[in-house]
């Protein structure tokens, strides 16, 4: 039998990792071994304003994936507290991202977990020409170029000291799950 504080960290599942390590893939999966509610930025930026993007202005996509955290979070912490499973797939690029969401967690008295995705850059390079090729509506939601895909390695930010307490190591290296 969990105790209160295990379940509490196994409600909110929170997924990083570099582009095309999996964490789409992963949610998904999880979401349905678990019965979590899943939340996937790709698909809520391309429905909401995939239309309105003219340019690659880092700070203008940054902008709205800010408003969609706000809502997706208006609703994950009502299915928190109801007592259900989320599991968040927003990137998690960035160091502040992660505190950001630990914070609000926190604010309604959840550890979340950190499940951490890993595979090389050239395994990832080609799952996600693989991704552009065969558009799977529930992976695919736009064309990842070269270019988009060097931009985003730099920015990725491994984990912090204090971000390895929570976090669950993933290697999803080998090709197949
Ligand atoms: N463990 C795996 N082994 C082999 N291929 C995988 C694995 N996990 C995912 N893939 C494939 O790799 C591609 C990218 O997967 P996915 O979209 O889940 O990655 P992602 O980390 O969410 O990417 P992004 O950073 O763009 O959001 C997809 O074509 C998917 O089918
Ligand atoms: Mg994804």
Same mark, same amino acid.
């Given at each position: ?5 295990? $379940?509490?960290?196994?409600?909110? &599942? ?23 509610? =899943? #939340? ?5 930026? $391309? ?16 902008? =709205? !994936?800010?408003?969609?955290? &706000?809502? &997706? ?12 499973? !989320? &599991? ?9 991202? =992660? ?27 080609? =799952? ?5 090729? !065969? ?11 070269? #270019? ?13 000291? *204090?971000?390895?307490?929570?976090? !669950?190591?993933?290697?999803?290296? *080998?090709?197949?799950?």
């Amino acid at each position: 039998m969990l105790n209160l504080v295990e $379940q509490l960290q196994m409600s909110l &599942i929170l997924v990083c990792g570099p582009m095309g390590a999996g964490k789409t893939t992963y949610a998904l999966e999880y979401a349905r071994a678990t019965n979590a509610i =899943r #939340f996937s930025i790709d698909s809520w930026m $391309q429905t909401l304003y995939g239309k309105d993007a003219n340019t690659l202005d880092y700070n203008w996509i940054m902008e =709205r !994936v800010n408003r969609c955290h &706000i809502q &997706i979070w208006e609703l994950a912490s009502q299915v928190l507290m109801l007592g259900g499973k !989320v &599991i968040l797939d927003l990137g998690f690029t960035t160091r502040s991202d =992660r505190k950001k969401f630990v914070k609000l967690a926190k604010e309604i008295n959840i550890v979340p977990e950190l499940h951490c995705l890993s595979a090389s850059p050239d395994k990832r390079r080609v =799952r996600i020409t693989k991704r552009n090729v !065969v558009k799977d509506p529930e992976l695919y939601a736009f064309e990842v170029t070269d #270019f988009m895909f060097e931009f985003m390695e730099k920015r990725f930010e491994s984990l912090a000291q *204090n971000e390895v307490e929570i976090m !669950v190591a993933v290697n999803l290296d *080998n090709e197949g799950k």
